[in-house]
Structure formats: C-alpha cells, structure tokens
C-alpha cells in the first residue's frame, strides 16, 4: 500500500485528473484504515482483552480489521485528509519562494570529506 500511496505522488499511478485523485484519497482511506486497526490491537494488546477458544486470535484480528475500515469511511479522524494534503504539496514543484530560507538551489557542505 505505501507502494501504492508513494506511485501516486510521484504521478506514476498511470490514471489522470479525477481518476488518479480518486486513487490517490482510496490509498489514504487504506492506510487511515491500516493505522486504526494497529490502534485497535495495540490497545486491546494492553487491556487483555482478546477473544479466547479456537481460532479466537483470528476472528478478533479481522473483526478489528473490519472496524478499522468503517471507522475509516464513516469518521473523520482526518489522517486520509491530511496525508492526501501532504500527497499534493509534494507532488507540486517547489519554486525558490516555497523553500525555507529563499535562496533556490541548496549546496552540499563540502567542509568534510564525504
């Protein structure tokens, strides 16, 4: 998935305009979803409270799977939003106004042997 989110910054995606934005705010829903389900464990990790029996660790790891992803599409935690924010500031081209400092191109120290 992180595959996925770094093609799209880098326009690689192979799809154009609403296409490869569309793709782009799914791959950020994905990994607002991957990040809430590793909450999800951890947190049920700490409070020993997992599922007991057969196959209880497997149920329990697709049933917070399967909550990640709502919680994902149904609120707004703004973790998709704000890496898909990130996506397209990146993606743009900086000019010399837009970086720190203003002055364009950034030299290597050449102080030290490398």
Known sequence: ????????????????????GAAA?????????????????EMRRASGTTLRGPGGEIYQELFDQELARHLA?????????MVQQQLQRSSAPAS???????????????????
Do not use: W, Y
């Open 1 to 20: 998935m992180l595959h996925r989110i770094g093609a799209l910054a880098a326009g690689q995606a192979g799809a154009t305009g609403n296409g490869q």
């Open 25 to 41: 705010e799914k791959a950020c829903e994905e990994m607002e979803a991957l990040f809430l389900k590793q909450l999800l464990s």
């Open 73 to 81: 599409g149904a609120s707004d935690l703004g973790l998709a939003r």
């Open 96 to 114: 010399p106004q837009q970086i720190p400092g203003g002055a364009g191109v950034v030299e290597p120290n050449r102080s030290r042997p490398v």
